[in-house]
């Protein structure tokens, strides 16, 4: 139980203070642990797994023998429950045999055979797999007549219901704040894998009941959908799950049509993360929740432009650009909050990089400079490439100079996404003046930021890639 080891850990560290008079008293067992006592739930489970390529030829031996109008051995229809579903052929795809294996099992009345066709249903069960009502029905009628444990995990947590038992357990492990292995452990199914498909049933509903909880605190579901649905290394228990914990984290941000803060917004970043990659460079995972996808694209859009304003800034040392680093923080933070921009991704130098890492994870995803060759990138530079209209905008940090592709379909453009840049992959030339005549391109000095010159080009700019005017007081630093 967790609690004995919980005590155990507990008096681990009381003994490094060498008292010897200090003694713990915890409870040995939990709630559900006294209930299963009390009710004698013991043996629920049979332990015994077969191996698949035996099981096969197990199932059709019991095929042929029903097919030839031969009887069983007891030892033939101890195995048959395993041969179920998983085995080639599956005798779950013969109704009338596995109706005949169910009625045989319920009449002979040894609960060794009841033990080990409840052990399958749970070990085995998905909900829409073939006879899995039928076998459900059959077990629910059976724990009338072999009694304890199976009668009493009926009645109380309709474990042999399809709909209800997982549901059932999912409200009991949240309530109890147990993981669902310590759930099936307190019940006295220890054995069964905590990959099982009833515990996997079981994950999937309380997913189901965070995602549609408007209640809890974001950061606290954040920690739930960790605890039930990942593994102590932050990987998936069930492969199968893609969605359902991306609905657990997100759905409620959605349905309150409010969008969180962005100190909420980046763990749940680092965990989607780490779990289904960047959807801006791998997609595959995302596609089946494009609602989702959309969103997190949102706010890693967000979370660039936030690298490129918050690093630089923090990497920055001269006192006049620190001064002007307010007037572009403003204006582009303008630009977003107008939904211009469709897509964003910052390149970074070696000190942006390690500074970005620090901050926002390891799992954070930018552009780096390479190294060799060409005109290179100080240590401390950064570039912002921004998705606007049909263009893409390159803004280089210091001193360097903001350059607009009126297409993003030119061949000179960047392009964002990129896991390497040369320096003169994200800049239209390198010269002192600016250029302002061509439809094509554009590149400006961000000169007197305080008077606001370089940001109403910028802006104008912008009107006739987009159609939309950004007014002065909206970028006002």
């Known amino acids: 139980m967790i609690e004995v080891v919980f005590q155990k850990s507990c008096r681990d560290v009381a003994s490094r203070f ?170 006295d199914l220890s054995a069964l894998s905590a990959q099982s498909g009833f515990s996997e049933a079981v994950t999937h509903s309380i997913l189901k009941r965070l995602s549609e909880d408007r209640k809890i605190g974001h950061l606290s579901r954040l920690k739930l959908v960790k605890r039930y649905a990942l593994s102590s290394d932050g990987k998936q228990l069930f492969p199968a799950m893609d969605a359902d914990i991306a609905e657990a984290l997100i759905r409620p941000f959605l349905a309150r049509h409010k969008t969180p803060d962005d100190d909420t917004k980046d763990p749940f970043l680092d965990t989607l993360i780490k779990l289904f990659e960047d959807p801006r460079l791998n997609p595959g995972r995302w596609e089946k929740m494009p609602e989702i ?38 204006f582009w933070e303008a630009v977003y909050e107008n939904g211009l921009i469709r897509g964003a991704w910052v390149v970074f130098a070696e000190d942006g990089a390690r500074e970005t890492q620090r901050i926002f994870g390891n799992e954070v995803k930018f552009g780096r400079f390479r190294k060799g060759g060409g005109r290179q990138a100080q240590s401390s530079h950064a570039v912002l490439l921004l998705q606007i209209g049909q263009g893409v905008v390159s803004d280089w940090s210091h001193n360097g100079k903001v350059n607009i592709w009126s297409s993003a379909e030119d061949s000179s453009a960047p392009k964002l996404y990129n896991s390497w840049y040369d320096a003169d992959e994200v800049r239209y030339y390198v010269g002192r003046s600016d250029l302002l005549s061509s439809r094509d391109y554009l590149v400006k000095t961000h000169s007197s930021p305080d008077t606001y010159s370089w940001q109403k080009v910028v802006a104008k700019r912008i009107f006739e890639m987009t159609n939309k005017r950004l007014h002065q007081w909206e970028y006002k630093a």
């Not at 041969?83 to 060794?112: H, M, V």
């Not at 080990?116 to 629910?140: E, H, I, M």
């Not at 949102?298 to 490129?308: D, E, G, M, N, V």
């Not at 630089?312 to 307010?326: A, F, G, N, Q, Y």
């Open 18 to 187: 060498q008292v010897p008079t200090l003694h713990l008293q915890l409870p040995e067992k939990t709630h559900i642990a006294k209930l299963c006592e009390a009710l004698n739930l013991s043996g629920a489970v049979d332990k015994t797994i077969k191996d698949l390529p035996t099981l096969n030829s197990v199932a059709q031996t019991i095929l042929e023998h029903f097919q030839q109008g031969k009887e069983l051995t007891t030892k033939q229809l101890r195995q048959a429950p395993w041969c179920f579903w998983e085995t080639k052929p599956a005798l779950a795809d013969y109704p009338d045999i596995l109706q005949r294996i169910l009625n045989l099992i319920l009449s002979l009345g040894k609960r060794r055979l009841f033990k080990t066709l409840a052990t399958v249903y749970l070990n085995q069960f998905q909900k829409n797999r073939q006879g899995l009502g039928v076998v459900s029905q059959a077990l629910q009628s059976g724990v009338v007549k072999f009694g304890s444990p199976w009668l009493e995990l009926q009645e109380n947590f309709a474990l042999y219901d399809i709909e209800n038992g997982p549901v059932r357990i999912a409200q009991l492990a949240l309530q109890q704040k147990l993981s669902v292995p310590e759930i099936m452990r307190d019940l």
């Open 293 to 330: 996808k959309s969103e997190i694209i949102a706010w890693l859009t967000k979370q660039s432009l936030r690298q490129f304003l918050d690093i630089v800034d923090r990497i920055t040392t001269k006192t006049s650009e620190k001064r002007m680093w307010k007037y572009r923080r403003a």
